[in-house]
């Protein structure tokens, strides 16, 4: 009796199910929704798609989720239910920080990036190959190969350090993307509002980037093989004179000025004369055989583009094994990049690894896993300033002597160093950088909806580098010190976390919170020797113990510790009411005792409008409003800004000899011992400084309509960041050192961020997807101290202040065109230098004299407004993708213009010049506007002003990509899931502004050149 009252007892309070729900390619589906039929009992997906739910036997279950077809089934132990699509809208789960939610219930500004559109690029960075996909994220990049980026998510927000804060797998760090594998990626979330950021609290003002790397699927074992070749060169190359048109260019500038050409030091012979109407007239140019008087450098005509670039070539090989069951899965995979670049001497490679595991220790209850990468990168970089280098360097010298050494400046020859010398002396300057970086993790299922997560991550970087000086040996520019400098760094940065979760739903009413503490350290340490005079020039022999001449060391360390409190708790009534609240409680090492915590709160509320009966209509499948409001802080300054520093000033300095400025006699034997050292101040501490506070409201709406076939989202935001940190410098009466950290500044940004997109299949077969987007924003500096607004740091080149104008803004004269006639000169203001084909200044203050009065706000950085567009088409077993990515309205600042434009560009004469001044201004090319030749800047052409600002909008082809899919039938003969055939090219062509006049306006000074890449790649899975 007692045993049958037990059975009837355990039927009435039900049998404990488990299951698994996952989307129609084996992927969890979290967040997802398990009702038992005709009850309120229901419980919701976890992160790996897993349920625990207690229903009497023989019930029945409704599984249902946003986007997929709702399904019905009778329950049982260790189930899995399939969900297939009911729209075409993917990545409906989002990563959000700490947590997951379902994309309907979010209520921030979170953009999902499709990892596959990124992976057509061949970037190594994954960050580069986010540029013009996400409105309101701007990213520049010159092209070297190690892909490095800078990246700014909805404007500069500070005047300090701008960078976003990634999250990978959990772990935050702030070091370099282009050092981890982008094949490992899964997804990537960019969170740009303060509701979706703020969880992350002090780091996360200028935005965060959630990234999670890939993991073992249930099923088979799967292996994936991704192999490319790229051929990179040159998209846009400077056109330089050659050693004829330098001699005409030349010639023009001394005729101009009315002195003879034939008194140059170069070596260049001319015959001229005037022609009838008085006008110089060039017959023809000669050259000396050779251009010292020891005849061992013989006149050339030097393309050094060419004797120092060459065709790149790219290789990309990843190979990964992953595998899953119902107790855990494993994802390992294996990856190599080489990048040899476009300029000589200049590479970048990596060696990859990647382990995630995770394992179910005791089902459904407790979790074990891990995520670790292991990379090894070395670079060799390009010399600082090379191009302009090459530009600058004659063409009429050699690259060799006669003897076979390396050519250099003699005679009047500017004293440049040998381009492709120096490429050969920098060869050896490489580094080798190891990055150990991932997390273990424990994850404890105790009771229903609830879970206890702890996470230990590391992110561990070594960096070893020699610096190689070898002797000069060519012309006037020989030196004869050798010497190196071995250099080590190490980042050691660890994070500890503890997060619990809670989620509940009955009826209609969902609510999920979660509670969290975290722990962050980072300390950073280097040291390096310097020794001269080595007898072997070899890197073999030359370490610092092998040198025989002058020594010294160096070496620092610092670092910092954060810790955090927080919680966020989600609320959903119908599916069409959301609600959100997070805060964060932070405390930095970074802070004095009087300002050291911070919190950081943020309120986010959704309306699901589509979902109200009076919106019901056929064309609207989902609509949504949402609105928040919240603040995140930013503590990117000095370790040691809150300290009062002193330091010593005693031993070589960086000319040359001993320096004994903190030294004194102090027992007064008037030399012919070692002085004892003193201190010298440096900055002044100060313990009231306190957190930078971005405080951004953001509107926005999410629509899919037209059955599912156009989607998108607009946002408008508002941000202010204040108690701006600062570096004031004090008054000479304050002493030596007297400089000071404060909070003293503020700063907005407001703006307009919109994509859309719109796919559909034909009846013929055709499948095709078109996406854009569209971001615009302004930026101002609305406060700071007058000094430090005055005095051209953060804008206005120290001549007005830079408060009401955006960062960077720059002040200057504004040019008026050139002087092309005598009655311009008589009828224009005073202006010393005025000539003609001299470039003419605006009377701004309209005194009728040109002064630095007539200076006006000439540069903005920031554009109008920037975008992108892809198209995506699939016809059998074809596909096709293009990626247009533009800035339109934005200002460039030209120093190559300088040396395009102007004979006396620089203070340093008969350098070469860009193929612009064979068409500057003469009396037989009047209607030129580049200003006269001519061997002096009387007229201080080099100044700022608005004839060296330029339009710098483009618009590129980034991505062009054809693929084939060898048919799944004779795949599988071959003993293949997949196999995929692609020809792609990056960079292949760029519409500007056809008033721009340089190289490449993403690029217009002397970057690292963004080659034109051809991609072949096969991707195959077995």
């Not at 609290?201 to 965060?208: E, I, K, L, T, Y």
């Not at 607009?714 to 004090?730: E, F, H, P, R, S």
């Not at 719109?758 to 013929?764: L, M």
């Not at 499948?767 to 924003?777: A, E, L």
């Amino acid at each position: 009796m007692a045993c049958w009252y037990g059975l009837t007892a355990q039927a009435q309070q039900g049998s404990r199910i488990t299951g698994m729900v996952v989307d129609g390619t084996g992927e969890p589906v979290i967040g997802a929704t398990v009702m038992q039929e005709g009850t309120s009992n229901g419980v919701v997906t976890d992160i790996d798609g897993k349920f625990v739910i207690n229903v009497p036997a023989g019930s029945k279950l409704t599984i249902s989720y946003i986007g997929f077809k709702t399904t019905s089934t009778s329950a049982s132990d260790n189930m899995k239910v399939v969900l297939h699509d009911d729209s075409k809208q993917l990545n409906e789960v989002v990563v959000t920080g700490y947590t997951v939610q379902r994309k309907a219930d979010l209520t921030g500004a979170i953009s999902v990036v499709s990892v596959d559109d990124l992976a057509k690029q061949n970037e190594n960075n994954p960050m580069k190959a986010l540029q013009g996909r996400v409105p309101g994220m701007n990213i520049t990049a010159d092209g070297s190969p190690s892909g490095a980026a800078t990246v700014r998510i909805r404007g500069v927000g500070t005047l300090n350090n701008n960078d976003p804060l990634y999250i990978i797998d959990g772990v935050p760090t702030k070091a370099g993307m282009h050092e981890l594998n982008a094949a490992d990626i899964e997804s990537i979330q960019v969170l740009k509002d303060a509701a979706s950021a703020s969880i992350y609290g002090s780091r996360a003002a200028n935005g965060v980037i959630i990234i999670t790397t890939k993991k073992g699927k249930n099923g088979k074992v799967k292996v994936d093989v991704d192999a490319s070749v790229a051929a990179s060169m040159y998209a846009h190359k400077m056109d330089v004179l050659n050693a004829k048109q330098y001699g005409q260019v030349m010639w023009q500038a001394y005729v101009n000025d009315g002195l003879d050409p034939n008194t140059n030091g170069l070596g260049y012979h001319y015959n001229w004369g005037y022609n009838t109407a008085g006008y110089p007239v060039l017959n023809s140019i000669s050259m000396s055989k050779y251009l010292d008087a020891a005849g061992t450098t013989p006149a050339a005509d030097t393309d050094w583009f060419d004797q120092t670039t060459r065709t790149g070539v790219i290789q990309n090989y990843n190979v990964a094994v992953s595998n899953g069951s119902e107790r855990g899965s494993s994802y390992f995979s294996l990856g190599y990049y080489k990048n040899l670049g476009i300029i000589k001497t200049s590479d970048f490679e990596r060696f990859s690894a990647r382990m995630n595991t995770e394992y179910d220790v005791i089902k459904n209850v407790l979790t074990l896993g891990e995520h670790f990468t292991l990379n090894r990168t070395s670079e060799v970089q390009a010399p600082g300033g090379f191009l302009e280098n090459v530009l600058q360097f004659n063409p009429s010298l050699p690259v060799y002597t006669t003897d076979g050494s390396y050519a250099g400046p003699v005679g009047g020859y500017p004293d440049r160093e040998n381009p492709v010398a120096r490429l050969h002396r920098n060869a050896d300057n490489r580094y080798t950088y190891w990055r150990a970086f991932g997390d273990a993790y424990v994850n404890l299922h105790l009771f229903k909806g609830f879970n206890l997560r702890s996470t230990f991550g590391l992110d561990y970087a070594q960096k070893q580098q020699r610096f190689f000086t070898y002797p000069i040996t060519e012309g006037n520019v020989a030196t004869s010190t050798n010497a190196v400098e071995a250099k080590q760094e190490h980042w050691t940065k660890w994070m500890w976390n503890a997060v619990a979760t809670y989620n509940f739903a009955k009826d209609q009413h969902r609510f999920d919170a979660m509670a969290g503490v975290e722990l962050n350290r980072e300390d950073d340490i280097n040291f390096s020797g310097y020794k001269e005079s080595y007898i072997i020039l070899n890197p073999d022999y030359m370490w610092p113990s092998a040198g025989m001449g002058s020594a010294q060391a160096y070496g620092g360390g610092e670092g910092y510790s954060l810790v955090s409190y927080f919680g966020k708790a989600n609320y959903t009534y119908a599916d069409k009411y959301l609600a959100s609240a997070t805060v964060r409680y932070d405390g930095s090492s970074r802070f004095g005792k009087n300002n050291r915590y911070a919190m950081f709160p943020s309120f986010s509320l959704g309306w699901r409008i589509s979902q109200e009966k009076f919106m019901k209509a056929k064309w609207i499948d989902d609509l949504k409003l949402r609105a928040s409001w919240g603040q995140t802080g930013n503590q990117e300054i000095s370790n040691i800004a809150r300290y009062t520093i002193y330091e010593s000033n005693y031993g070589v300095n960086e000319s040359g000899g001993q320096s004994y400025g903190t030294s004194y006699d102090i027992a007064g034997t008037n030399g012919g011992q070692i002085l004892s050292s003193g201190f010298k101040r440096n900055q002044i501490g100060n313990d009231d400084i306190k957190w930078e506070t971005t405080t951004q409201t953001n509107l926005g709406l999410d629509y899919t309509l037209f059955d599912n076939s156009l989607y998108g989202s607009l946002d408008w935001y508002y941000k202010k960041t204040t108690n701006i940190l600062v570096q004031m410098a004090g008054i000479a009466a304050m002493g030596e050192g007297s400089s000071q950290w404060i909070n003293a500044g503020e700063m907005e940004n407001k703006g307009v961020e919109f994509n859309f997109g719109y796919r559909k299949n034909t009846r013929w077969g055709l499948k095709y997807d078109i996406t854009g987007n569209i971001g615009t924003y302004r930026n101002k500096i609305t406060k700071l101290p007058a000094t430090v607004a005055a005095n051209g740091t953060f804008g206005g080149n120290g001549v007005k202040s830079v408060i009401g104008h955006p960062m960077g803004a720059q002040v200057g004269y504004v040019a008026d065109g050139i002087f092309k006639s005598q009655d311009d000169i008589d009828n224009h203001a005073k202006q010393e230098g005025a000539a003609l084909g001299r470039i003419r200044w605006k009377d701004l203050n309209g005194d009728n004299v040109i002064t630095e009065a007539d200076q006006d706000w000439i540069y903005n950085p920031v554009p109008d407004f920037t975008y992108g567009l892809n198209v995506y088409l699939q016809y059998k077993q074809f596909d096709f993708t293009m990626f247009w990515q533009g800035v339109q309205g934005v200002d460039v600042i030209s120093d190559l213009k300088k040396e395009t434009d102007i004979w006396a560009g620089l203070n340093i004469g008969f350098l070469n010049k860009g193929t612009r001044l064979l068409n500057a201004w003469s009396t037989t090319n009047p209607d030129s506007n580049i200003p006269a030749l001519s061997l002096s800047d009387n007229n201080n052409e080099k100044r700022v002003s608005s004839y060296w600002v330029e339009n710098g909008s483009y618009l590129k082809l980034r991505t062009i990509q054809l693929g084939y899919n060898v048919p799944e039938s004779l795949a599988k003969k071959l003993y293949m899931q997949r196999l995929r055939f692609y020809v792609s090219a990056q960079n292949l062509l760029t519409i500007h502004a056809s008033n721009f006049t340089g190289v490449d306006p993403e690029n217009p000074n002397y970057g690292y050149p963004i080659p034109l890449n051809i991609t072949f790649g096969v991707n195959v899975t077995f």
